[in-house]
C-alpha cells in the first residue's frame, strides 16, 4: 500500500521561509518523479514542482520559480519542498504527489497535468498571514 505523508505546513507570516517534506512508502522510490501541487481555496488543483526520479532535473511553476527549491532523499525516501519569501497568495494546501516514470525524462508540460499522477498524500495546510 503505497503512502505519502506530507508534513511542515503552519502559520507564517509574509516574507517568512517553509520546508514542507513528503514522506513515500509502498513503493520503488526510485522509479517515481515526484511533485508538489496546491490547491487555494475555491480554486483549482495547481502544480507547484516536481523532480525526476534521480534527482537531478527540477522542473518549477512561473509562479514560484527562484523561491522554491525541491530535492529529494532516495536513501530515506522522501521528497522536501522549500519556500521562501512567501506571500500571502500562496496560502492554500498542499499536496506531495508521485508518478511512475522509471529512468524516463519528461517535461514539465507532462508533469503539469495532474491527472497522470499515480498517488497522493492527504495534504498540509500552508496559511501566510499578518
Known amino acids: 500500500q503505497v503512502q505519502l505523508v506530507e508534513s511542515g505546513g503552519g502559520l507564517v507570516q509574509p516574507g517568512d521561509s517553509l520546508r514542507l517534506s513528503c514522506a513515500a512508502s509502498g513503493l520503488t522510490f526510485t522509479s517515481y518523479a515526484m511533485g508538489w501541487f496546491r490547491q487555494a481555496p475555491g480554486q483549482e488543483l495547481e502544480f507547484e514542482s516536481a523532480?525526476?526520479?534521480?534527482?537531478?532535473?527540477?522542473y518549477y511553476e512561473d509562479s514560484v520559480k527562484g523561491r522554491t527549491t525541491i530535492s529529494r532523499d532516495n536513501v530515506k525516501n522522501t521528497v522536501s519542498l522549500q519556500m521562501d519569501g512567501l506571500k500571502p497568495e500562496d496560502t492554500a494546501v498542499y499536496y506531495c504527489?508521485?508518478?511512475?516514470?522509471?529512468?524516463?525524462?519528461?517535461?514539465?508540460?507532462?508533469?503539469?497535468?495532474?491527472?497522470?499522477?499515480?498517488?497522493w498524500g492527504q495534504g498540509t495546510q500552508v496559511t501566510v498571514s499578518s
Open positions: 504527489a508521485a508518478e511512475f516514470t522509471g529512468t524516463t525524462a519528461y517535461s514539465i508540460q507532462y508533469f503539469r497535468r495532474s491527472h497522470t499522477w499515480d498517488f
Open positions: 523532480i525526476n526520479w534521480g534527482g537531478s532535473r527540477q
